[in-house]
């Protein structure tokens, strides 16, 4: 077997990924930084792609399944992650094609009809989110989560927290990890940390890579409604409830509605299927008949219209986008 590998850039390569994928029952996804292909002659024979530190989109022709190509093309797509310093990745597959990793040293997260959804052994979920409930060390009672990107935080972000902090003894704020947000991770956590700081019940986490992201749901920061966003909605929540709510003993997940985006109204509905009566949807805080959001807040900032966006943001986060950094954000776009 002396089959060359390339990787696959120009239009007729990845047409030929995308043909060769089809053959095989698959669909070509968009969201894709890297193909390699596997050729016999001028035949692509295999392939497989990453997006970030996820694997996906494996297949071999059928003519060469038996000459352990499967294999081939993981580890080279495993030598590529390594390379670049990553040691945590995922992998996407079918039922179909489930059997060819269960030899490999993964992990089996999620699976439906389907999608099976692998990660490596390094760091599991089951471990990283054990350390992170350890480290937290609630005592008993009443358990709510909310996850929150808070893209910044607002007032409407505070009326749902502290909507939950007082019909529960403790409130997880899962803070969604990802940096594809206007504002970074850090400084979304400093804000929403410095806007709670009153509520002693409170307490905040990241949310892993196993809650909204590259991994979970690749399609969140598209705000696109089609079948594969919601597919990766059934994968986020079903994680978290398996998962998180597991692990953390939480009783309830809050969630505000959403009579704006319809994205965002989809995965509530999701939520409501899978949860049931674990969840709690509450009413949007609405200022001045209008309904609070983050990306009203970053609109009037970015039109300098600070003293309208005054009565939709904590203090906190209307020092911080009058500051320098604040502006800085929002001059770069």
Same mark, same amino acid.
């Given at each position: 077997?002396?089959?060359?590998?390339? $990787?696959?850039? *120009?239009?007729?390569?990845?047409?030929?990924?995308?043909? +060769?994928?089809?053959?095989?029952? +698959?669909?070509? =996804?968009?969201?894709?930084?890297?193909?390699?292909?596997?050729?016999?002659?001028?035949?692509?024979?295999?392939?497989?792609?990453?997006?970030?530190? &996820?694997? /996906?989109?494996?297949?071999?022709? #059928?003519?060469?399944?038996?000459?352990?190509?499967?294999?081939?093309?993981?580890?080279?797509?495993?030598?590529?992650?390594?390379?670049?310093?990553?040691? /945590?990745?995922?992998?996407?597959?079918?039922?179909?094609?489930?059997?060819?990793?269960?030899?490999?040293?993964?992990?089996?997260?999620?699976?439906?009809?389907? @999608?099976?959804?692998?990660?490596?052994? @390094?760091?599991?979920?089951?471990?990283?989110?054990?350390?992170?409930?350890?480290?937290?060390?609630? #005592?008993?009672?009443?358990?709510?989560?909310? &996850?929150?990107?808070?893209?910044?935080?607002? +007032?409407?972000?505070?009326?749902?927290?502290? *909507?939950?902090?007082?019909?529960?003894?403790?409130?997880?704020?899962?803070?969604?990890?990802?940096?594809?947000?206007?504002?970074?991770?850090?400084?979304?956590?400093?804000?929403?940390?410095?806007?709670? /700081?009153?509520?002693?019940?409170?307490?905040? +986490?990241?949310?892993?890579?196993?809650?909204? %992201?590259?991994?979970?749901?690749?399609?969140?920061?598209?705000?696109?409604?089609?079948? &594969?966003?919601?597919?990766?909605?059934?994968?986020?929540?079903?994680?978290?409830?398996?998962?998180?709510?597991?692990?953390?003993?939480?009783?309830?997940?809050? &969630?505000?509605?959403?009579?704006?985006?319809?994205?965002?109204?989809?995965?509530?509905?999701?939520?409501?299927?899978?949860?049931?009566?674990?969840?709690?949807?509450?009413?949007?805080?609405?200022?001045?008949?209008?309904?609070?959001?983050?990306?009203?807040?970053?609109?009037?900032?970015? $039109?300098?219209?600070?003293?309208?966006?005054? %009565?939709?943001?904590?203090?906190?986060?209307?020092?911080?986008?009058?500051?320098? /950094?604040?502006?800085?954000?929002?001059? =770069?776009?």
């Amino acid at each position: 077997m002396n089959y060359q590998m390339r $990787d696959c850039i *120009t239009p007729k390569e990845l047409e030929d990924v995308k043909q +060769l994928l089809e053959k095989q029952g +698959l669909r070509f =996804e968009d969201k894709v930084t890297l193909s390699i292909g596997f050729y016999d002659e001028n035949q692509l024979i295999a392939t497989g792609s990453l997006y970030e530190n &996820v694997i /996906k989109m494996i297949a071999i022709d #059928s003519f060469y399944q038996g000459e352990n190509l499967t294999a081939l093309v993981l580890t080279t797509l495993i030598q590529r992650l390594n390379a670049k310093g990553i040691e /945590k990745y995922f992998l996407f597959t079918t039922q179909e094609s489930k059997h060819y990793f269960v030899d490999f040293a993964f992990s089996l997260i999620y699976e439906n009809q389907k @999608i099976v959804m692998f990660e490596n052994n @390094i760091n599991t979920i089951e471990e990283k989110l054990t350390k992170l409930k350890n480290d937290l060390a609630l #005592s008993h009672g009443t358990k709510a989560a909310i &996850v929150m990107n808070c893209n910044p935080v607002t +007032l409407g972000h505070l009326y749902l927290i502290e *909507t939950c902090a007082k019909s529960n003894d403790h409130v997880i704020i899962f803070l969604v990890e990802e940096n594809k947000s206007v504002f970074s991770f850090e400084t979304r956590m400093m804000l929403l940390k410095k806007a709670t /700081k009153h509520m002693t019940n409170v307490h905040i +986490l990241p949310s892993t890579e196993y809650i909204i %992201s590259s991994a979970t749901f690749p399609t969140y920061f598209l705000k696109e409604l089609n079948e &594969v966003s919601l597919l990766f909605m059934e994968l986020d929540i079903s994680i978290f409830l398996h998962f998180f709510m597991r692990i953390f003993e939480i009783d309830y997940r809050y &969630v505000g509605d959403e009579p704006l985006d319809p994205t965002t109204n989809a995965y509530n509905e999701t939520m409501k299927q899978i949860l049931k009566d674990q969840l709690i949807v509450i009413n949007r805080l609405e200022k001045n008949s209008v309904t609070v959001s983050a990306s009203l807040v970053r609109k009037l900032a970015k $039109d300098h219209q600070y003293e309208v966006l005054k %009565s939709y943001v904590p203090n906190v986060t209307y020092r911080y986008l009058k500051s320098s /950094k604040g502006k800085a954000i929002f001059d =770069e776009k």
